[in-house]
């Protein structure tokens, strides 16, 4: 079986680390991969947005499955494409990927099916939005409307704050088209979970729990990035949260995406908070977070392509996705000046060494292979993943792996794994 696999980032290769233990042994191939993923896929030179090429390779070369990872692809129609040529494909469709790709009809979705989330207002109009600013208590949330590198929202401390933000997605175009909306909403005081389910549009089996680390710095301090680093299980979610979740949450977003014309298959990733009030919708994603995808899959204990190809041929209900009573944590090794300007090019040494242990699995998110060297290619260079009997026990194997592992001017957080329980 061939399988290929959109992307190239360190969630694509965690995809690609689980789909190689298969016992359907595929031969894989990544579009267009990175540097550690080329040690377990054949990676071709097609951008992960490129869809006519993506379609061109999978029919060229009979691929039997192709797994849409990005958010990009999926909102540009990938997985339609794909099908319109009989092409089997993992992924929502572009109508459903909307869930992530338009802040606005997200809102509008929960508040028209009554799942919890905080209030918001949505604006064209840079000047209303600011108008509207000198209303609201602080601190408050703005959001540009699309797809913005999970970069895109601004927790904002003051009037002065969101007016910047405004201006910054509506006017500098910061986030490019990501900004002719904004959505401007109640912030929300709590502990925010992952929980990330596969479903077929018919049956919704949700993951294991986890939580990541969205600022630069130690305490939760410094910009925004793409995640420094994650954990599961979450402390905080219980069984008694998930069945409050299932039962508010999950079942009816899946069940208001088929009432809207809108079936979703592939993994809808649900970004909540943990409010005084009840759990709350922060976010959905239309794919695996990234990286909350390095802690989830590593505590998969069902093969990952049987669960892939029943849905995508709608018979998710037939599998037993089980899970492993362990904890895995991951530590973001990202360039120094991330998320602003980095340097590219610079030697990775000490990989190996790291992994000399089972339980540590590094994945690469930007890195490139030149030789037999590793070099940086990103923003986030690695993720380095333990696995452990619990938290504190994965905590410490991550950052002992960490210590063996260097490249010029390297950052990482050093309080993965902690969050402060505020509810």
């Not at 994650?230 to 219980?238: D, E, G, I, N, Q």
Request: aromatic residues 8%.
């Amino acid at each position: 079986m061939k399988v290929l696999v959109v992307g190239g980032g360190g969630r694509e290769h965690t995809i690609i680390w689980k789909l190689a233990q298969s016992s359907l042994k595929p031969e894989l191939f990544a579009a267009p991969g990175n540097g550690g993923i080329s040690q377990l896929a054949t990676c071709v030179d097609i951008k992960a947005t490129d869809v006519e090429g993506v379609v061109r390779f999978a029919k060229e070369n009979q691929i039997d499955l192709t797994v849409v990872a990005p958010d990009d692809p999926l909102m540009l129609g990938m997985v339609d494409r794909l099908e319109e040529e009989g092409l089997k494909a993992f992924g929502p469709r572009q109508n459903a990927a909307i869930i992530e790709g338009s802040k606005v009809f997200s809102k509008d979705l929960m508040k028209k099916y009554g799942i919890p989330t905080a209030a918001y207002e949505v604006f064209d109009d840079s000047e209303k939005a600011i108008s509207y600013l000198e209303t609201v208590s602080y601190p408050t949330v703005v959001k540009a409307e699309g797809l913005a590198l999970g970069k895109g929202v601004i927790i904002a401390a003051d009037f002065a704050e969101a007016k910047a933000a405004v201006e910054d997605i509506m006017c500098d175009k910061v986030f490019g088209d990501a900004g002719s909306r904004v959505v401007i909403e109640e912030f929300l005081t709590g502990q925010e979970v992952s929980v990330l389910a596969f479903t077929d549009g018919k049956s919704l089996c949700p993951m294991v729990s986890a939580q990541d680390h969205k600022r630069a710095y130690d305490n939760d301090e410094g910009l925004n990035t793409g995640g420094m680093g994650t954990f599961s299980p979450s402390r905080l979610y219980t069984e008694a949260i998930h069945a409050e979740c299932m039962e508010k949450i999950f079942m009816p977003t899946m069940a208001a995406m088929n009432k809207e014309g809108r079936t979703f298959k592939g993994v809808l990733y649900f970004g909540l908070i943990m409010t005084k009030n009840g759990v709350k919708v922060i976010e959905y994603n239309a794919r695996f977070g990234d990286p909350e995808t390095q802690v989830v899959l590593p505590r998969l204990k069902t093969d990952l392509l049987e669960i892939f190809l029943a849905v995508a041929e709608d018979r998710l209900d037939e599998v037993d996705i089980c899970w492993a009573d362990n904890a895995a944590v991951c530590v973001v090794m990202a360039s120094g000046g991330y998320p602003k300007a980095y340097e590219k090019g610079l030697p990775i040494s000490g990989i190996d060494a790291a992994e000399q242990d089972e339980a540590i699995s590094v994945f690469h998110a930007g890195t490139v292979k030149q030789g037999e060297e590793f070099l940086t290619a990103g923003g986030r260079v690695l993720g380095v993943t333990a696995v452990g009997e619990n938290l504190d026990g994965a905590i410490k194997k991550a950052y002992e792996a960490v210590g063996k592992i260097h490249f010029d001017k390297m950052h990482y957080r050093r309080d993965i794994g902690i969050k402060k329980e505020i509810i």
